[in-house]
């Protein structure tokens, strides 16, 4: 079978290039990763006129063939036919941001040289004229030799022109594949400059929207302000819309789990899919709604070009402790879930900012250890009131995030002058025009990343609960024998005892942190589990699961139990989504070995601490 | 510091918000490979019209700069290596 036409979308960035590729692909569109480099390779199928189908990819935004990060390094090696896994496209598509030519045509004039068919999109002229600034494509398209399509991708104008353009083009192809003439990039630019010149029909000087808006939203007083209440409406719509999605996924998982209970006999199968694979895969799928909403808010704040306001604003408190502006979304994303965060590491160009901020991003509190530190403080914590409107177990909470907080950024320090030494771009970023998103670009986006999310369920985690559920249940206990003590988790906890004894943490807990390893909040259920198998006629309801534990737990152990929580990276999405996007072990073996290490230390010192004040 | 600076340049962090002027000289020398391909990519050269238009609220750093008909935010160190030619009104 000959493989499709494959059609490359090229450009700078901020030319509107995946707008441009979502109207021309719509939502059918696959994501993966390059072979060896975490750059995502967006593709999708394009149906020409005559009914022929095209394959066409979304290349990472670029300035030009000469690569200054790895995403711009695959647009050359694919442009060039020698990116690994890639064919060389057919034919190009160049978008160009109409508003920017002098700039984008520099690009174009590189990609216009290499010979392959080509058209290019002049994008966002709805911008350019509210600039003031008025185009010749006809202009353009003699100075360049390629046809020159106006469009606004965002608001699917000009697509049906640019589809025209393409089936044109590859019915009659130019042949004549240039190897790569490499022109002096000043002689393109002045070209650039030339031609963009040549291209202006009129230019009528107006107070630019964007720079009216940039004059309040980047204000060195009302522009923190506004940040602030930004992220703030963000995590109250985090926490507080997701509360009735989470309980009805809470509650499908529930009945499933009933269902398939009366469906299936007693026994290790039925264990095996009750208690192993609903129950652990429903754990981490009830947080499905916090990460689309968070998402959500992602993708209309890169969309509408408020992002790179918030790293600009942000840039040098996050330069202080060895990291850029960059980092602050995805951290700040990280108190609702590590996995999104990590996940919004890709807009950090620089290689070692980017793996720096993936490798603190799990100490930021997320909402999975809410219900550990929720447990353990209402049953040690008194409630009672150190101040006016402040009480004692809200203001441990706050010390808890204070704690993650103050670690990320000690860790970032120490990795920037450790193991991510030098390197980094510093902070050097384009600010593009504000402009409204398309909804149907952010659902896209939406669906992608709650694809990857589900995958990555219905895969890995699926795998690693089964496993923790057979270590939990074989073999199986006989009459007088606790299921806790002879399973091979039993045994098992039994060794973990043996290490975290020195910082007070009992066969209890040591039991419950091998669960835990799924997902932090696993930990209590594994506690609450473990005690009722303990004395089974007792029902172990929440309030229940603290008076026993105040029973069973001095009080500096549940302190170091809490401090171990701010640490340990317990959590297999975490880790999982840093092997996929760091492209191997090495850092998310790294990431589990210093955060255990710091976790140790934390809950040790803690322990130590609080028995020698004589809690 | 060089001593062949044109007469009456100053270095881009010294610009006052909102005043244009023309790019005079880049010490390129004194950035890294990828620092001065990124500045280059901006469409920093000579000739170029700059114009700073806001400052980061901490520490008066980023700025963020007009760069023909683009604006790109950069930190101070680097706005150090440009020199300009400010346009008197």
Redesign the interface.
């Known amino acids: 079978m000959t493989p499709l036409p494959l059609v490359a979308v090229a450009g700078s960035p901020n030319a509107g290039k995946s707008a441009l590729f979502n109207a021309l692909t719509g939502a059918r569109q696959k994501v993966a990763n390059y072979p060896g480099v975490t750059v995502e390779r967006h593709s999708g199928r394009l149906t020409l006129a005559d009914g022929r189908p095209v394959e066409l990819v979304d290349l990472p935004g670029a300035?030009?063939l000469?690569p200054?990060s790895p995403d711009e390094a695959v647009t050359r090696d694919v442009l060039l036919g020698r990116q690994e896994g890639e064919r060389r496209p057919d034919a190009l598509i160049i978008v160009l941001d109409a508003?920017?030519?002098?700039?984008h045509l520099r690009f174009a004039l590189q990609l216009i040289e290499l010979g392959l068919p080509t058209i290019a999109a002049l994008n966002m002229v709805d911008l350019a004229k509210r600039d003031g600034l008025e185009l010749d494509a006809e202009v353009l398209e003699r100075e360049l030799g390629i046809p020159v399509v106006p469009t606004v991708a965002v608001r699917r104008r000009g697509i049906a022109e640019l589809q025209k353009a393409l089936d044109d083009m590859l019915s009659n192809p130019r042949c004549g594949v240039h190897e790569h003439v490499k022109s002096d990039?000043?002689l393109l630019?002045r070209r650039a400059r030339e031609i963009a010149t040549a291209a202006v029909v009129s230019e009528t000087p107006v107070r630019r929207w964007?720079?009216r808006l940039?004059?309040i939203l980047?204000?060195?007083?009302a522009?923190?302000i506004i940040l602030a209440l930004v992220m703030f409406v963000m995590f109250q719509a985090v926490f507080a819309w997701s509360a009735a999605p989470m309980a009805w996924i809470g509650d499908g998982i529930a009945w499933l789990s009933g269902v398939v209970t009366n469906a299936l006999p007693p026994g290790l199968l039925r264990s095996m899919v009750v208690d192993g694979a609903i129950a652990g895969v429903g754990a981490v799928i009830t947080f499905l709604p916090q990460i689309l909403i968070l998402f959500t808010f992602i993708l209309l704040l890169e969309g509408t070009g408020y992002m790179?306001r918030a790293a600009?604003?942000m840039?040098?408190?996050m330069?202080g402790a060895g990291l850029s502006?960059r980092a602050f979304i995805p951290l700040l994303s990280s108190f609702a879930c590590a996995v999104p965060g990590i996940m919004a590491t890709r807009t950090i160009d620089d290689p070692k900012d980017r793996l720096t901020t993936i490798l603190v991003a799990p100490l930021m509190t997320c909402s999975a250890r809410l219900p550990v530190y929720t447990l353990i403080i209402a049953a040690f914590i008194p409630n009672r009131e150190v101040g006016p409107g402040i009480g004692l177990q809200g203001l441990v909470m706050f010390g808890l995030y204070i704690c993650g907080i103050t670690g990320a950024l000690l860790a970032a320090l120490v990795l920037r002058r450790g193991v991510l030494k030098g390197g980094g771009?510093?902070?050097?970023?384009?600010?593009p025009k504000y402009q409204l998103p398309s909804l149907k670009d952010v659902a896209i986006g939406l669906l992608t990343r709650a694809e990857i999310f589900l995958k990555r369920a219905g895969t890995i985690i699926l795998g690693t609960t089964i496993v923790l559920w057979a270590l939990a249940s074989v073999p199986q206990a006989g009459p007088g024998q606790k299921q806790s003590e002879v399973s091979i988790a039993g045994h098992i906890a039994d060794g973990i005892e043996v290490v975290v004894k020195p910082i007070g943490f009992n066969h209890d807990i040591a039991l419950a942190l091998l669960p835990a390893m799924a997902a932090r909040e696993v930990a209590v259920s594994a506690i609450a589990t473990v005690y009722s198998i303990d004395s089974p006629d007792e029902q172990a309801s929440a309030t229940r699961l603290q008076d026993r534990l105040r029973h069973r737990w001095p009080l500096p152990t549940a302190l170091a139990f809490l401090a171990w929580f701010v640490f340990a990276p317990q959590c297999i999405s975490t880790i999982a989504v840093t092997r996929r996007e760091t492209n191997g072990w090495k850092w998310p073996l790294f990431m589990i070995s210093y955060l255990f290490i710091l976790a140790y230390l934390a809950a040790g010192l803690t322990y130590w601490t609080a028995v020698a004040l004589g809690l | 510091m060089n001593a062949h600076f044109q007469p009456g340049t100053i270095s881009l962090d010294q610009l006052a918000m909102g005043v244009k002027a023309h790019v005079a000289s880049v010490d390129w020398a004194s950035l890294e490979a990828g620092e001065a391909l990124r500045l280059r990519n901006f469409g920093f050269d000579e000739g170029v019209a700059v114009e700073p238009l806001h400052l980061g609220p901490f520490g008066r750093d980023p700025i963020a700069i007009r760069v023909g008909r683009m604006t790109v935010a950069i930190r101070r160190k680097h706005a150090l290596a440009v020199r300009v030619l400010p346009l008197t009104q």
Do not use: C, R, W
């Open positions: 300035y030009g000469d200054a508003s920017n030519l002098d700039n990039l000043i630019q964007t720079h940039d004059s980047l204000h060195p007083v522009g923190p790179v600009f604003l840039d040098k408190l330069h502006g771009s510093g902070f050097m970023m384009e600010l």
